[in-house]
């Protein structure tokens, strides 16, 4: 069960469905999609950068009742700053799950006409909010634009060995079990343009884990979203635990096998 609280009053008028564009400079129009589980240390460090490099962005923390009380703090974030609201979803269901509940509230419920973008991103300094606007800047012509690690100028700083063979292995599996083009398929850094995700049935997206990401890029392929990559630097978080288990990677590799044997039977129903 999840609830939410909305944002205060105010945006820009948008485009409606409009699928060209981008943003202006300010960020006005923009929800950025920040889940959390235990980043209390983290949280108030990212809202502030974010709200420097766009500052009539909205965001929309998505907390999955932290037990360090990250929730508390953003909502105690959100009562001072009417861009920031909370959606507290519970009990915790995952990374995917939380994303899958706060598209489906950005999609499904006004400010419609003035949520042009929806971003998402880590609550844990991994993704900079600095490379937003060179991340628009790649928007005009694009559904959905991914900041990547694996094409030329991406790159990981301060990772182990272990953690970036893990990501490069699971890129590389993706890549070839689900025949698709683009480098980085497993990143969490991601700009959707609100019109388009609206073409993805995301609520029927069942992926819990980080497997959500590889998910959502495989469906936006099928429906033919325009995907573009821009570089980015993704920099191994300061402070706060890594949620990556076992589970999440044992979850990652059925389903993209599972989806990877559908997409080679012939002319089935498709996948739920
Ligand atoms: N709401 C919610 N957020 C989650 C959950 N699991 C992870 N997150 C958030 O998702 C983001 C990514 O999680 P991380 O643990 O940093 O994982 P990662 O960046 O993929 O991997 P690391 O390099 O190991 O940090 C962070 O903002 C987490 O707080 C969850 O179950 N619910
Ligand atoms: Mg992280």
Redesign the pocket.
């Known amino acids: 069960m999840s609830e939410g609280e909305s944002f205060g009053a105010g945006g820009a008028a948008g485009a409606g469905g409009a699928r060209t564009g981008r943003p202006a400079p300010d960020g006005a129009g923009v929800v950025v999609c ?6 209390i240390e ?1 949280l108030p460090g990212l809202l502030a950068r974010v709200h420097e490099a766009l500052p009539a962005a909205r965001v929309l923390v ?3 009742d932290s037990p360090d009380g990250t929730g508390a703090l953003a909502d105690s974030l959100a009562a001072r700053d009417p861009r920031v609201a909370v959606l507290h ?1 519970r009990p ?4 995917g ?2 994303y899958v509940a706060a598209f489906t509230q950005l999609v499904a419920e006004r400010p419609a006409d003035v949520t042009e973008w929806i971003v998402q991103m ?3 300094g ?1 993704h900079a909010p600095e490379d937003l606007p060179a991340m628009f800047a790649a928007a005009d012509d694009a559904d959905l634009v991914l900041g990547s690690r694996y094409v030329p100028g991406g790159r990981v700083v301060d ?1 182990s060995r272990h ?1 970036l063979g893990l990501s490069r292995a699971g890129n590389a599996y993706s890549r070839w079990a689900l025949r698709l083009t683009v480098r980085d398929v497993t990143g ?1 850094f991601r700009l959707f343009r609100r019109c388009a995700l609206e073409d993805i049935p995301v609520t029927s997206v069942a992926s819990q ?2 497997c959500f990401q590889i998910d959502m890029v495989l469906r936006a392929h099928r429906v033919g979203l325009r995907i573009r990559e821009v570089p980015i630097a993704f920099v ?2 300061a402070r ?5 288990t076992g589970a999440v990677v044992r979850e990652a590799l059925w389903r993209v096998t599972a989806w990877a044997v559908r997409e080679r039977l012939p002319a089935r129903s498709p996948r739920g």
């Open positions: 920040v889940p959390t589980f235990n980043e983290n998505v907390d999955d979803h915790r269901a995952g990374l799950a939380a880590d609550a844990d991994s990772w953690r969490g884990g980080y191994e978080r706060g635990e890594s949620k990556m």
